[in-house]
């Protein structure tokens, strides 16, 4: 059951609005956005990001353990990057495997995404707060999502209207139908290695 929350209601509404920017160099910064979906019963948690610092999805930083509070709380979290990258991730795949957290890999992924939805059947008080949909320059690393104003690099994030939430979701489910796991990536890496 989701645990109660801190923050009222209307904080955390206002948290991200539909259609608002985000930004790392001034308020409202994408890592409140991303950081606050804790407080708000998720169905699914789609996160497409090229570059992943290994660290934030690690427990002890706040964004691995919003992700693991939202698994917790019975959603599925899926996590999407660039299969090129696969050599960060030797370690922390098995992690996340253990956190039932799905972790793929798409060749030639550039595309950024952070996309939330809401479990509107929850019986909470923030249960009608609108699924969050974010696209934009960031990816998920230090830099891209820096916890400070001012601390990491300029990025632009926008955050989608309500009516193209559905449409986002069929974006990110087509990239993750396109994807393959840890092993699957690997061996595919190793045959054109061979190959070349």
Not at 53 to 58: E, Y
Not at 102 to 131: A, G, R
Request: proline residues 4%; charged residues 25%.
């Amino acid at each position: 059951e989701l645990t109660e929350i801190s923050l009222d209601k209307n904080e955390v509404e206002t948290m991200v609005m539909p259609e608002t920017f985000l930004f790392n160099h001034k308020q409202k910064i994408v890592y409140s956005a991303i950081v606050g979906r804790k407080n708000i019963p998720n169905k699914c948690v789609y996160i497409v990001s090229p570059f992943i610092d290994p660290k934030t999805l690690q427990r002890g930083h706040r964004i691995g353990e919003t992700l693991d509070h939202i698994r917790q709380d019975g959603a599925e979290v899926y996590i999407i990057t660039a299969a090129e990258e696969i050599g960060n991730y030797t370690k922390l795949q098995s992690d996340l495997r253990m956190r039932e957290i799905e972790f793929t890999f798409v060749p030639k992924l550039h595309s950024k995404i952070y996309l939330f939805i809401t479990n509107d059947s929850y019986n909470h008080i923030t249960s009608d707060v609108p699924s969050l949909g974010i696209l934009g320059s960031s990816n998920l690393t230090l830099p891209g999502i820096s916890q400070q104003v001012g601390l990491g690099n300029i990025e632009t994030n926008f955050t989608v209207p309500e009516s193209s939430i559905e449409e986002l979701e069929d974006i990110v489910m087509e990239l993750y139908s396109k994807s393959s796991d840890y092993q699957q990536t690997l061996r595919k890496k190793m045959r054109n290695h061979r190959r070349q």
